[in-house]
Structures are given as structure tokens and as C-alpha cells.
């Protein structure tokens, strides 16, 4: 039996590492590495700005920062700026980043490198303009929304097709030297068909291309109450956030009006007697997201356990603090957990998992479901006891997801660290 965990352990491992050494792979990997410190800025301040110095923040009300902090708005401005300054452009440098690591083998030329960049940025954004600005001869308007955290994916996608073509054409001429005419064809060639690509979207389609696809996954799912409802929700939600989409799929109203009907029963009535006590946020949103989405937590307490990389632990430590307030940006990009094989594959089970041993206890009353609105920032282990009112069993309950989930993710982080050495050795 030991025999066989090795082996499949190695396989794991060469699979991992194989998985990395691909071209594409490889660019997206140094990609994410670049813009980490970006994220995890923009992830600070958004941290800062929403649970410090927001009225419904979490350290806002209980450290009663306003008695103490002076000119709040004008911080809560500046936080804000930051935060749409790094957060908010994180598909563009995605898409600049993976052309340019792309094209970097194939000429030692810097204009070619940064043209291949620049010509994948201006193609993201052929892609993201609201259509009446296009169809209708108004002044383009870009949707910025699109373009952030929730755009990495796009931007992975964007940032490939163009560093790939861009690739292929330098492949094809002189590599010793920097020919002006033949760099002017290439970019003139490529943003051409980008936007004639992304004039066909516009045309075709009333939504961005980054809305296309959080519908997809998004219809299947309207109110899951049922078991497999929220294990479904769970699993695509974390598949999309797996691919590079961040930031959780936005319930529908029904959710927000069975939580206003939940905290009314409550306040009216003794005891605890809920109309609606499994929902995406009594079930998912309180025991299944510790950390954000995957249980970052988990993961976080797991690299700390087992003997990370210097770059793991550099990375766990810096990320500690917007982790503990539900934030999970800065681990997804700097492990990264984004298109890691390894790491798909807890990042899907343990939540899963959670719900599962959760959905049971409320639905057999052995823990009260969450009623009370929780505050922006509320370390994720508090969730349930806050919600609840201070109930020690929902307190226990979240102690024992956050226990089960760091034991799933554990053999998985030394599988990586592993992986990871020996990429690092590799590249060393």
C-alpha cells in the first residue's frame, strides 16, 4: 500500500512538473509571478478600505475606528484609488505579461518583446467595450470591470493567442536584426484581426466576454438548497476562480431576500427557528469560504505545516493578513493556485467537503444556521459564531471544516513543494 502512495505520489509530481514545462504553461506561471506584488498591494487596500474603514467593516466597528482615525474619507479614497489601480487592471497585465514571456525565446530584441505585450493589451480591450458606445457611434466606453481580477482569465487567454502569433511571425524572419518594416507588418497584421475579432463579438453578443462566461456557469445555479445544489455551486464556482476568474459568482436576489426573511424570523420570534436555514450563505458563504473561495485558510495553515520553498513561505506570510479577512487574490496568484493541476484538486474537494459535514449539522439541528448579516472582513473561523449569535456549537463546526480541509490540502502542498523544487532547480 505504501508502495503504491509513492507511486502515485511521483506520478502526481512528474505530472505536475510536465504540466509546467509546457510553453504556455511556463509564460503564464513567470506571468503571475510578475504581478504578484501588484496584487497583493491592491489586495491590502481593498482589505484596509472595506473592513477598517467602511461603516459595515468588521475592525471598523469593533475597534471603533472612528473615534480614534482621523479623515476616514479622504483614507477611504486613497485605499480605493490603489486598490483600482492595481486590482482593477490585473487582466491587462495578465495579457501583457504572457505575450511578452512568449515571445522573450524567439528574439532578443526588447521592441519585439514590449510590442508583443502592447499589442495583447490593445486586443484586450477590442474585447471589452459595451456595445451600444460601438454599434450605436457614441464615444467607446471600455468595461472596466472586466479588466481587473474577475478578467485574469481573458487576459491568460488574449495574452496566448497573441504571444503565439506574434511568436510565429518573428519565428519567420531574421533573427539578427531588428527589421523596422517587419515589425510594423506584424503589429499592424494583428491588431488588425483583433479588432475585427472583437468587432464581431460586440456585434453578435450583449454581453463582454468575461460576462459570457461567468453566465455559463452561473445559470445552473439559481437558489441550490438542495445538497448537490450547493456541492454544484461549489465546484463550478471554484473551477472558474481555478481558471483565473476571482472574486465569487454574484448570487441572485433571492438569496439576499431569504436572508432578510431568516434575521426577520429571528428578531420575531423565540428561538431559532429559520424559514430558510440551507442556503449559498448559511452553508457555503459561512463554513465553505474561510479565507475566500477554496478555503485559503486552510491552504494557508497547510504551507505553514509542512516545509514550504523560500518563495511558498514568502508568499504565506505576506498573504496572512488579507487571508484571515476572506481575501484570497494574493494567494491565488502568488503560489499560484490558478491552472496548478495539484492544487485543483483540494481547492475543489475540501470545500466541497465542508459543505457536505455542514449541510448535515443544520440539517439536523445539531447547529442553528446563520441569521445575523455579517460584517465585511469577519476573520472566517468567527463567521458562524458571530452569525449565530454566539453559539459555541457553530464555533466548533467551523473549527472542524477548517481541521478536515487543512488535513485534504496537506499531501497536496508536499506533492507541490516537491513539483516546485524541482522546477526552481531546473531553472536555477
Given at each position: 500500500?505504501?508502495?503504491?502512495?509513492?507511486?502515485?505520489?511521483?506520478?502526481?509530481?512528474?505530472?505536475?512538473?510536465?504540466?509546467?514545462?509546457?510553453?504556455?504553461?511556463?509564460?503564464?506561471?513567470?506571468?503571475?509571478?510578475?504581478?504578484?506584488?501588484?496584487?497583493?498591494?491592491?489586495?491590502?487596500?481593498?482589505?484596509?478600505?472595506?473592513?477598517?474603514?467602511?461603516?459595515?467593516?468588521?475592525?471598523?466597528?469593533?475597534?471603533?475606528?472612528?473615534?480614534?482615525?482621523?479623515?476616514?474619507?479622504?483614507?477611504?479614497?486613497?485605499?480605493?484609488?490603489?486598490?483600482?489601480?492595481?486590482?482593477?487592471?490585473?487582466?491587462?497585465?495578465?495579457?501583457?505579461?504572457?505575450?511578452?514571456?512568449?515571445?522573450?525565446?524567439?528574439?532578443?530584441?526588447?521592441?519585439?518583446?514590449?510590442?508583443?505585450?502592447?499589442?495583447?493589451?490593445?486586443?484586450?480591450?477590442?474585447?471589452?467595450?459595451?456595445?451600444?458606445?460601438?454599434?450605436?457611434?457614441?464615444?467607446?466606453?471600455?468595461?472596466?470591470?472586466?479588466?481587473?481580477?474577475?478578467?485574469?482569465?481573458?487576459?491568460?487567454?488574449?495574452?496566448?493567442?497573441?504571444?503565439?502569433?506574434?511568436?510565429?511571425?518573428?519565428?519567420?524572419?531574421?533573427?539578427?536584426?531588428?527589421?523596422?518594416?517587419?515589425?510594423?507588418?506584424?503589429?499592424?497584421?494583428?491588431?488588425?484581426?483583433?479588432?475585427?475579432?472583437?468587432?464581431?463579438?460586440?456585434?453578435?453578443?450583449?454581453?463582454?466576454?468575461?460576462?459570457?462566461?461567468?453566465?455559463?456557469?452561473?445559470?445552473?445555479?439559481?437558489?441550490?438548497?438542495?445538497?448537490?445544489?450547493?456541492?454544484?455551486?461549489?465546484?463550478?464556482?471554484?473551477?472558474?476562480?481555478?481558471l483565473g476568474v476571482l472574486g465569487p459568482l454574484s448570487a441572485s436576489s433571492g438569496q439576499s431576500i431569504e436572508s432578510a426573511q431568516n434575521l426577520a424570523a429571528v428578531l420575531a420570534h423565540h428561538g431559532w427557528q429559520l424559514p430558510h436555514p440551507l442556503t449559498l450563505h448559511t452553508v457555503v458563504g459561512v463554513y465553505a469560504n474561510l479565507g475566500g473561495t477554496g478555503m485559503m485558510l486552510s491552504l494557508l495553515l497547510a504551507l505553514f505545516l509542512s516545509r514550504p520553498t523560500a518563495w511558498q513561505q514568502r508568499i504565506g506570510w505576506l498573504s496572512l493578513v488579507p487571508t484571515l479577512g476572506n481575501f484570497n487574490a494574493p494567494m491565488m496568484v502568488g503560489l499560484p493556485v490558478i491552472l496548478s493541476p495539484l492544487l485543483g484538486i483540494p481547492f475543489i474537494l475540501a470545500p466541497s467537503a465542508c459543505i457536505t459535514l455542514s449541510w448535515l449539522c443544520i440539517r439536523l439541528?445539531?447547529?442553528?444556521?446563520?441569521?445575523?448579516?455579517?460584517?465585511?472582513?469577519?476573520?472566517?473561523?468567527?463567521?458562524?459564531?458571530?452569525?449565530?449569535?454566539?453559539?459555541?456549537?457553530?464555533?466548533?463546526?467551523?473549527?472542524?471544516?477548517?481541521?478536515?480541509?487543512?488535513?485534504?490540502?496537506?499531501?497536496?502542498?508536499?506533492?507541490?513543494?516537491?513539483?516546485?523544487?524541482?522546477?526552481?532547480?531546473?531553472?536555477?
Amino acid at each position: 500500500m505504501t508502495d503504491r502512495t509513492a507511486r502515485l505520489g511521483m506520478w502526481l509530481v512528474n505530472g505536475e512538473v510536465r504540466f509546467y514545462r509546457n510553453r504556455q504553461i511556463s509564460a503564464i506561471r513567470q506571468a503571475l509571478r510578475l504581478i504578484f506584488p501588484i496584487i497583493l498591494l491592491g489586495s491590502l487596500a481593498d482589505f484596509l478600505e472595506q473592513s477598517w474603514l467602511r461603516t459595515d467593516g468588521y475592525y471598523y466597528q469593533t475597534l471603533h475606528v472612528a473615534r480614534w482615525l482621523f479623515q476616514v474619507k479622504i483614507l477611504r479614497q486613497y485605499l480605493r484609488l490603489i486598490s483600482a489601480g492595481t486590482l482593477g487592471l490585473a487582466g491587462i497585465l495578465m495579457a501583457f505579461a504572457v505575450s511578452f514571456y512568449l515571445v522573450v525565446p524567439v528574439t532578443r530584441h526588447t521592441t519585439d518583446r514590449l510590442m508583443a505585450g502592447t499589442i495583447a493589451v490593445i486586443s484586450l480591450k477590442f474585447f471589452n467595450v459595451t456595445r451600444s458606445s460601438v454599434l450605436g457611434g457614441h464615444a467607446i466606453k471600455w468595461v472596466a470591470t472586466d479588466l481587473g481580477i474577475q478578467g485574469i482569465l481573458v487576459g491568460i487567454l488574449v495574452g496566448v493567442l497573441v504571444g503565439n502569433g506574434y511568436r510565429w511571425a518573428l519565428s519567420r524572419r531574421s533573427p539578427d536584426l531588428e527589421q523596422i518594416p517587419s515589425t510594423l507588418v506584424i503589429t499592424c497584421t494583428w491588431l488588425g484581426v483583433m479588432a475585427a475579432l472583437g468587432l464581431l463579438w460586440v456585434s453578435t453578443q450583449t454581453v463582454s466576454l468575461n460576462s459570457a462566461f461567468a453566465s455559463i456557469i452561473r445559470w445552473p445555479f439559481r437558489l441550490p438548497h438542495f445538497i448537490f445544489g450547493l456541492l454544484g455551486y461549489c465546484v463550478l464556482n471554484g473551477a472558474f476562480e481555478w481558471l483565473g476568474v476571482l472574486g465569487p459568482l454574484s448570487a441572485s436576489s433571492g438569496q439576499s431576500i431569504e436572508s432578510a426573511q431568516n434575521l426577520a424570523a429571528v428578531l420575531a420570534h423565540h428561538g431559532w427557528q429559520l424559514p430558510h436555514p440551507l442556503t449559498l450563505h448559511t452553508v457555503v458563504g459561512v463554513y465553505a469560504n474561510l479565507g475566500g473561495t477554496g478555503m485559503m485558510l486552510s491552504l494557508l495553515l497547510a504551507l505553514f505545516l509542512s516545509r514550504p520553498t523560500a518563495w511558498q513561505q514568502r508568499i504565506g506570510w505576506l498573504s496572512l493578513v488579507p487571508t484571515l479577512g476572506n481575501f484570497n487574490a494574493p494567494m491565488m496568484v502568488g503560489l499560484p493556485v490558478i491552472l496548478s493541476p495539484l492544487l485543483g484538486i483540494p481547492f475543489i474537494l475540501a470545500p466541497s467537503a465542508c459543505i457536505t459535514l455542514s449541510w448535515l449539522c443544520i440539517r439536523l439541528k445539531w447547529v442553528p444556521a446563520v441569521a445575523y448579516p455579517l460584517l465585511t472582513g469577519t476573520p472566517g473561523p468567527l463567521q458562524a459564531y458571530l452569525g449565530t449569535g454566539g453559539n459555541w456549537t457553530a464555533l466548533a463546526l467551523s473549527l472542524a471544516d477548517l481541521i478536515l480541509s487543512t488535513a485534504i490540502y496537506y499531501p497536496f502542498v508536499k506533492l507541490v513543494q516537491a513539483a516546485h523544487r524541482q522546477l526552481d532547480g531546473e531553472v536555477a
